[in-house]
């Protein structure tokens, strides 16, 4: 199932003929160590510009398993890989700044050439995602306590969302973006959902469903994804066409989820449009080589003023989910008791992305913004 990830572009690289034979420089161009492994087994398939990398990455690193061997490039040095086959490679690797517990990984296709050397300057920036030091493959970095993170590689957080002060809660949903109607994967805000389904989870006053992340008014991801025709690119957020657009920014995200059903809370300063959905990727594991299980795609204003929510799912029929009411600064979905089961497929403690995705129909292009992370308990 496709995924929105922030995922990075590739790091700038460069070819120089050195000598015969498949051979790559890696030039480290900061200045701290970097630690990487060529082609890891539980990346098999996998390439620098795939929208389901970032997982993917992060289950990799945050696997419990010992013994993880990284070569390494000191700061400013070269290193050079040698009896390489000719072709694509992945690298993966990251950056091990001193006092800090978290760790910028950069993931690079690197491309193997028979008739000469290529050299690829690697950079700490922008970085795909953040991983925690003393979790997981990285045990053998002790913690120093300096991160400002909780050391749960399970919430390792792309780079895209520093600068939110998202906050970790017991209950919560996600939502992936999704540019083909009818793949099961995501969903576009061009979809014309017919109208609200009845089922709302009870008489639940909003001030009383939690507030499971917050953003302040700053808040700006560090990249951004954007989709034409099945072009894919990672791109600075400064290049994005549609970032503070109506509907893009969100304030605050508030959810319960208890026995009577499902209840979620975005509240958007400066209301919305027609082109703005909201995305929940919901993964049952983080595992390497995982999809999501399933997405849900809120479209605050799906037909005129009114809302909708529709259920993607791999091999199976999109169908709309509960009932959503649009006001002009919140949306709020409900979802009955009745139909919980039809999120069994997210497992019973999945872990949710929260994006927004912008549609230009004019232009046949998405934006989508990575918000946070969020782990759901029942």
Not at 45 to 73: D, H, I, N, Q, R
Request: a negative charge; one cysteine or more; charged letters at 15%.
């Amino acid at each position: 199932m496709k995924r929105w990830l922030f995922a990075a572009a590739a790091a700038l690289s460069c070819t120089l003929a050195f000598a015969q034979g498949a051979a790559v420089v890696l030039g480290n161009q900061e200045d701290v160590p970097f630690y990487y492994v060529l082609d890891p087994p539980q990346l098999a398939g996998m390439s620098s510009g795939s929208p389901l990398l970032t997982s993917k990455v992060a289950g990799y690193f945050s696997a419990a398993e010992t013994g993880a061997s990284f070569a390494s490039v000191q700061p400013q040095g070269e290193s050079r890989l040698t009896g390489l086959s000719g072709g694509p490679h992945l690298l993966l690797g990251f950056f091990v700044p001193p006092d800090v517990d978290d760790f910028p990984v950069r993931v690079m296709t690197i491309q193997a050439d028979t008739t000469g050397e290529r050299f690829y300057a690697v950079y700490a920036t922008p970085a795909q995602l953040n991983v925690h030091r003393g979790v997981g493959k990285l045990a053998q970095f002790a913690a120093t306590g300096a991160g400002t993170r909780a050391a749960s590689a399970s919430t390792a957080q792309s780079s895209a969302s520093q600068g939110g002060s998202a906050a970790q809660a017991g209950t919560g949903t996600q939502a992936g973006t999704g540019t083909q109607a009818g793949t099961g994967t995501q969903a576009g805000t061009g979809t014309q959902a017919g109208t609200e389904t009845s089922g709302g989870a009870g008489a639940v006053e909003p001030s009383e469903v939690p507030t499971l992340a917050s953003f302040s008014a700053s808040f700006d991801p560090v990249v951004f994804t954007r989709e034409t025709a099945g072009d894919f690119k990672v791109l600075p957020i400064s290049n994005s066409w549609s970032w503070q657009k109506p509907g893009t920014r969100i304030a605050s995200v508030q959810g319960l989820l208890d026995s009577q059903g499902l209840r979620l809370i975005l509240k958007v300063p400066g209301g919305f449009s027609p082109s703005v959905s909201y995305f929940l990727y919901l993964f049952d594991t983080r595992s390497a080589g995982s999809d999501n299980a399933l997405t849900l795609e809120i479209q605050p204003l799906a037909r005129g003023a009114r809302g909708a929510c529709i259920l993607w799912e791999q091999g199976v029929p999109p169908r709309l989910l509960g009932s959503v009411t649009t006001t002009a600064g919140s949306v709020h979905l409900d979802v009955g008791a009745e139909d919980l089961q039809a999120l069994g497929a997210a497992g019973q403690e999945p872990t949710v992305d929260l994006t927004v995705g912008w549609y230009d129909k004019a232009l046949g292009m998405w934006e989508e913004f990575y918000y946070t992370t969020l782990t759901v308990t029942r």
